[in-house]
């Protein structure tokens, strides 16, 4: 299989990407250390919760997590990547907006900062983020996330796009979440058909 694009992002890194229609992106940590961000021009996190709730349960209640089969939407409420096979004990969460330089005291670039340099566009303009390898514990009172995450080696997300767009993932430089070490994330962008020739014995 060839890819269109197989990058390494460092931790603390990002990079940017466009997609076309049918592509599909495989961001895995090759080394099982951390997660990251992911996002694309126009992605609503607000309007994705409620579509997939929609869709689920039939009324308007909102989804944490995108799951395989789940759609990430456009404000419209348009589905503009569809998440395919992941593995991972964590999940992708749609409730946090990502890091930011100011968190941290040294001004390091957090996830909001490195997706805008990404996509290009101020980092005010995100609309939303999809978190990968998270898990969370959720009752009345809070959606309690960011905690202990087992990332095996090979671990992995899958995105195809269902319309040209373009997309941005970051390695997270947070080195506070338990599970997590810094590492190198791996973003490999396929076609469709190279997805469908590589189908046989690849992901869970
Ligand atoms: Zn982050």
Not at 78 to 97: F, Q, T
Not at 134 to 163: F, K, S
């Amino acid at each position: 299989m060839m890819a269109l694009t197989d990058a390494t992002v460092a931790s603390g890194t990002g990079l940017g990407f466009d997609l076309a229609a049918g592509e599909t992106v495989r961001i895995s940590t090759p080394g099982g250390e951390q997660g990251g961000d992911f996002s694309f021009l126009g992605f609503d996190q607000a309007m994705t919760r409620n579509v997939n709730g929609w869709k689920r349960f039939g009324r308007p209640w909102l989804v944490f997590s995108a799951d395989p089969g789940m759609v990430l939407c456009d404000g419209e409420g348009e589905a503009v990547m569809e998440v395919g096979p992941c593995r991972c004990d964590g999940r992708n969460d749609i409730m946090y907006p990502g890091c930011w330089s100011e968190i941290y005291g040294d001004g390091r670039p957090g996830c909001r900062d490195l997706i805008a340099d990404g996509l290009g566009i101020e980092r005010a303009e995100i609309s939303g983020m999809l978190s990968f390898f998270v898990n969370a514990e959720i009752d009345t009172t809070a959606y309690r996330g960011l905690g202990r995450v087992d990332i095996e080696p090979g671990d992995h997300i899958t995105l195809r796009a269902l319309r040209d767009v373009r997309a941005a993932v970051s390695a997270c430089p947070d080195m506070e979440i338990p599970g997590w070490t810094p590492g190198d994330l791996r973003v490999e962008v396929t076609s469709l058909r190279d997805r469908m020739s590589n189908d046989q014995g690849e992901d869970q």
